[in-house]
């Protein structure tokens, strides 16, 4: 089974959800009841920081999506259940956003709740990610085999990324908005981190999947 | 004609309607008239079940729609309608899962109504998927012919998906939440007869269409 | 030019307007003020009937496109400016839908006003489609020309469709339910009319674009 | 890496932004604390013109994407976040509409914020395509190399579209519905400018990409 309808129904998925987070941009108004435009925008910054960082991180997603499923020589149907579950999660993020944009500046309680269920979406579809592409090595489904180095390599992103994302949960208990600062920095992170000049020579050149991003 | 446009129009609308399930997750607030956001996500449990369930649903029925279309030579005018009529209950599925995530702790006629009209559109995605799977096998779409066994399989896999819903749509008038836990069981075990290991020599590799799912 | 991205897009607005339809069909409560369920689904019958009327007249303005482009050898950039005209009223559907569904039975000036954007939103769409036709005849897009015959059948067909959405813009004014039966009937008509058994030497079975839809 | 999927994701985004601009359409009531459904419609004036103007913008952009990437004979990661950033002004479209219809007749400083936002996301997009287009040309992703006269004309296309859109966020500021008409001239001129007949030795038939659009 060749993997072109399992990416045109991910890449739907991700497509219609990255363009639902603008929809939690709406302010209210004109009208007796509501301030000026300007101190509603200034009011409602959360929601343009959240909708920043979410929309970075589903464009990463996606990315590595892509790069993974473009070394895959065939998908089965455990696979297509396994991309389920992480399109599971990737539907979740307009929801938790909207829930992290709401309640961040309620403090307290409500604002470590909402900005803790933000990093655990994020932690579900980093492990389904991970999921993805550990199915697809031990069942032999990449064209061309990791080096054991390139596996390290895999091993300690996937890690990293799940580490950063366990932390974020917690600091959320802490701290509501440093767990959301914590989030955006690990998106531009994996945007510089992925798009660098890299040497010619680089094992990373030669073609495998880099899921560095936030899976 | 070549089925590719109704796949990727099919994969568009699948896209959308699994999507736009988790609008539904919504909560209020916060304000002085808001409980806490905990309480909130507590009272919510049934969007959230009702949410995980209908994802569980559209998930299993694309896998099926990828898997008998893979078989199909050719596609007809008529094929293209009863794939619309099965893509009708496809798009129903969001609106029948905010009302039953919204009047099953209502208790009573409302929320039996609102379990029978769920289980309802399921049994009408269901009917449509039989349809799709009659007409392609009686007008000679299918690449490769069925077995006599493999008809048999198909009619009691379907017969089967069709007599739960039924009774799915009677368990409604005696208890809402059971005939939700009912879909969510259904779900959960096409998930794993169709992901299971099978031995290689089973009939059901052979790269024929095993429309197994909910349809 | 090759229409492949022409039709991608255009199967991912046509999968999101199908889908954005049924958002209209969400009903309220439940609560103190909200009348049982049952009650709001009957009140709510123009919702109902205009959702599967607006489902089948984008379904079939789908099907006749999907016809059309498999027929065009390429495509310029006016087709794809005209496309985008078609897509236009494709994406104002569901907000026509909304309206008529919300106003139908508020009777007098607001049932016929609705009614007539309704059936105003369909001509616009039927004429955008008669353009594409006309255009790629014109311009030699086709992969096959049309005999003098099928031209004429074609003109007969894009007349009808014109013609009845004209007339149901009239009939709004007298009676907003006629026009949207009316809608509805066509919608029947032209599902029979392109799923019926034909018999083989039928010239309508050449590969030949046969855009006898609501267009 | 070939351009497919970034097509497939970026037509989905375009496709979902361009269907969700219709939302803002709708109209409330009918009840007895609304007025007739001829006088909101009227009422409503900011929002059709900002829905077409938005439709409009967004369909030009998209047919600048598809005759950009058409060219491309390959896409590296880097172009890949580029085309990303360009989709975060799309999605942001639906939004920028949204607050314009809403605030223009409020007037004052809130009707300026909301015409100067709109004419800034187009400016956000316009410079990232601008970005796709150099980092495409420096890179050697184009199959055909541009002349020298195909560059200038480029480089003045890119220039007049950003020197309107910046002269459209101060015009926003002296008069907000002249700012909104300014970039439904640059739409009106632009759909016209494509589609404009050429004589056929016109370099500009040679195949390469005319991003003349609002970008």
């Known amino acids: 089974m ?5 990416e045109a129904f ?3 998925v991700f497509a219609v959800a990255i363009t639902l987070l603008a929809l ?4 209210s108004g004109p ?3 509501h301030p000026a435009l300007a101190a509603q925008l200034a009011d409602h910054w959360p929601a ?3 909708y920043a960082i979410s929309f970075a991180t589903i464009g990463i997603i996606w ?3 892509h790069t993974l499923f473009r070394s895959f020589a065939r998908v089965d149907r455990t696979l297509l259940f396994v991309n389920l579950l992480l399109l599971f999660f990737v539907v979740s993020i307009p929801f938790a956003t909207a829930t992290i944009a709401a309640y961040l500046r309620a403090g307290g309680a409500d604002a470590s709740l909402s900005a803790a269920m933000y990093q655990g979406v994020f932690e579900g579809m980093s492990i389904s990610f991970a999921l993805l592409f550990w199915r697809g090595i031990r069942h032999g489904h990449l064209q061309v085999a990791l080096t054991p180095r390139q596996g390290r390599q895999a091993i300690i992103r996937f890690g990293i990324g799940n580490l950063v994302y ?3 949960i917690g600091l959320a208990f802490v701290s509501a908005p440093a767990s959301l600062a914590l989030s955006g920095l690990v998106a531009v992170y994996y945007i510089f ?3 660098q000049v890299r040497a010619p020579a680089s094992p990373d050149q030669s073609g495998q999947p880099r899921p560095s991003g936030p899976a």
Not at 2 to 6: A, H, N, Q, V
Not at 24 to 27: D, E, G, I, K, S
């Open 2 to 6: 060749d993997s072109g309808r399992l």
């Open 10 to 12: 991910s890449d739907g």
């Open 24 to 27: 939690n941009l709406a302010v």
């Open 31 to 33: 009208g007796l009841h």
């Open 48 to 50: 343009f920081v959240a």
């Open 63 to 65: 990315v590595n999506h």
């Open 166 to 168: 366990i932390a974020g």
């Open 193 to 195: 981190e992925q798009t």
